[in-house]
């Protein structure tokens, strides 16, 4: 049974942190989309890098105020 | 404009950056600055101390305009790509004191990881036992990364904030304008000028600012990062920031090769020692340091320049860190170790591993 696509804040937190924290959840959950919200173009480019290296996608990005809210699905 | 993002941006950008690096620093040698040393960001940071007086060893004293040029050339791209984001409050007394370590760590070793591997592409061997030390630093630190180690959140702030580090260094740049060095003096106004050893040795400032701004622009759209290089492959396997790391290395060796710097051997090499349990040690401890603060001396910069307000008080734990350690004897020298370089580091060890068990509250 897939879960709810679970959101990881990663706003704020340095370099590895927002990856960990995908691989994380990637790992751990059972539904095909994941939501990250991040703050900076590195993380964002880094958590989309990681992502892909585990075979998920970007669905959708959305920008406001300078954040990012990544959706990613397998 | 955008073409050129989405290229630093890629793989190819960071080998793009290694390789400007790998090949201007050792040019930049051949026009002036210490041998093997090229853009060393520990040692330049320690030449800046010198110059403002921080420390009075009278051979490492320049206000090195690399060092001005790399933080003014990432504030600009920031600028032109939208990236400059001022945020700051993520452990900054943390940071400083990570920057401080990091920095006696690097001048017991005598270089950061761009000095490492630049010695290692001019013949040094002893840059190998760096290395390993470096690696082995990061290691421990991905040990603390994956039990949930981390500083905490930065928070959004003002503009202002995250333009204090670039205006230090703009004043920096305008100090060395309105006091330039006058040829055989040790001191000009409020700066002090080496007339004798690596501080003497410098390219003209124009050519110097140059490169680091260029540097600079370059590596924060790319996010060069040589600590990041070394984590991101123990940590997920992910070569991406290594390539760069590869780059560097191998045009620095090349153009050694034509340039007729290449001179291979562990004894008498520039600005190095050949004790190889601290040559190691030194890098254990800066490795372990730039892992716990997340990112290398020159990443460090970059991040200051785009408003990381916890990155620019690393940067200054840095410039303080090298006070100490010319002050306390900590610093090596081509003779050895400093008298108190092994207290230094067992405490810095002790300090790093202090930080990394204490600080694991889950994000």
Known sequence: MSERAKTIDARGLSCPQPVLLVMDAIKTTSSNELIVLVDTDTSRENVIRAAGSQGWQVKEIETENDEYKIILEK | MKKLNNFLGSRSGIILVGSVIGILAPMLQKLGNPANMGVCVACFERDIAGSLG?????????????????????????????????????????????????????????????????????????????????????????????????????????????????????????????????????????????????????????????????????????????????????LFRQGYLFSGVVALVVTAFVTNLILGQFNPGFVNQPVAHSMTLWNFAGMVLAGLAFALAGGCPGRQLFMAGEGDGDAAVFVLGMIVGAGFAHNFGLASSPKGIGPHGMAAVIIGLLVCLFIGFTMRKKA
């Open chain 2, 54 to 234: 921080l420390h009075r060893a009278a051979v490492v004293q320049y206000m090195r305009p690399e060092i001005i040029g790399f933080v003014l050339g990432a504030l600009i791209a920031a600028l032109i790509f939208r990236e400059f984001r001022p945020r700051a409050g993520s452990a900054p007394i943390v940071r400083f004191v990570l920057g401080a370590f990091a920095m006696i760590g690097a001048l017991v070793f005598l270089g950061c990881p761009w000095r490492a591997l630049l010695r290692l592409a001019g013949g040094d061997g002893n840059a190998i036992a760096g290395l390993i030390g470096l690696a082995f630093g990061i290691w421990i630190g991905t040990l603390f990364l994956k039990k949930g180690y981390n500083l905490g959140r930065a928070q959004k702030t003002y503009t202002s904030v995250g333009l204090i580090l670039p205006l230090i260094m703009l004043g920096f740049l305008l100090l060395m304008l309105i006091f330039p060095q006058i040829p055989g003096q040790s001191k000009n106004g409020v700066l002090f000028y080496s007339v004798k050893g690596p501080g003497a040795m410098h390219a003209p400032l124009a050519i110097s600012l140059g490169v680091g701004l260029l540097i600079g622009f370059l590596a924060q759209k790319s996010r060069f990062c040589t600590m990041g290089a070394i984590r991101d492959l123990i």
